[in-house]
Structure formats: structure tokens, C-alpha cells
């Protein structure tokens, strides 16, 4: 599928995408709430700035994708796989990150506020450097932040 069918469609009122594959498409600063890409493939995908609160992305796969100051909040990223992937600023407030691949992922600068990341993996390439953490469920099942 193209982005300008992926476009359409959505614009259409349409929110299934399960399983599609959107290998090396540009999303960039697209506002895409509440869309289902579980089982989707978007790795090596440009999505700066995309908008997609609420979204299931559950066993979704990202390789090498560019989420920097994407909005995230309350997406469901269980058993998704996010290898090599940029997060910078991203918000992701209230996200499922549970069982969630995250080696060597950058979340610089991120809001991590209130996401579960029980049971992810992270590696010692996986950069959490001033990250936002309130009432964070990390990956040993531990919260942190000043509130939790």
C-alpha cells in the first residue's frame, strides 16, 4: 500500500491496517489517532512528529524507524519490537509497552509518564538519558518517578 492510499483511506473514516506493510514510508507530521497497525510493518519507516494516540500497535515491528516528538500517548505497543529506533521527545504518556523489544532504542528526552515497560527488554545500548519517568512501570516490574 502507498502512503497516499494509507492517506485516503484513513481520511475515508477507515481505522483497520492491520498487517500492512509500510517498510520505509514517510508519516511524518501526519495526524493518524486512533489507527490499528498490530502486526503491521513500518521498519526503516520516517515518522517524526506523527500523530497516533491511541493507536494499536500491538506486535507491530520497527527496525531502525524515526518516532523523534512523535505523539504516543495510550498506544499499545505489547509485543512489538522497536530495535534500533529513534524516540526523542516522543510522548508517550500512558503507553503498553509490555513485553516490548526495545534494544539499542533512544528515548531521549521522552515522556514515559504512567507507560508500562514490564517485562521489555532493553540492552545496554537502549538510551532512557533524561527521560521523563512519573509512576513509570519499568521493565524489572519496579515504578519510578517522584509520584509513583
Known sequence: MTN???????ARG???????NLDGA???GRDLRDIDLSNASLSEAYMEAVQL???CLRNTYFFQTCLDGAGL???DFTDASLGYCSLSSANLTGARLVNYNLSSA???HSNLSDADLSGSQVDDGTELDNAIFKKTK????TLKGSEA
Open 26 to 28: 514517510d508519516l511524518s
Open 106 to 108: 533512544e528515548f531521549f
Open 4 to 10: 497516499e492510499e494509507l492517506f485516503t483511506r484513513y
Open 53 to 55: 494516540d491511541n493507536t
Open 73 to 75: 500517548q495510550k498506544c
Open 14 to 20: 477507515e481505522r483497520n491496517f492491520r498487517g500492512i
Open 138 to 141: 519499568m521493565p524489572d516490574g
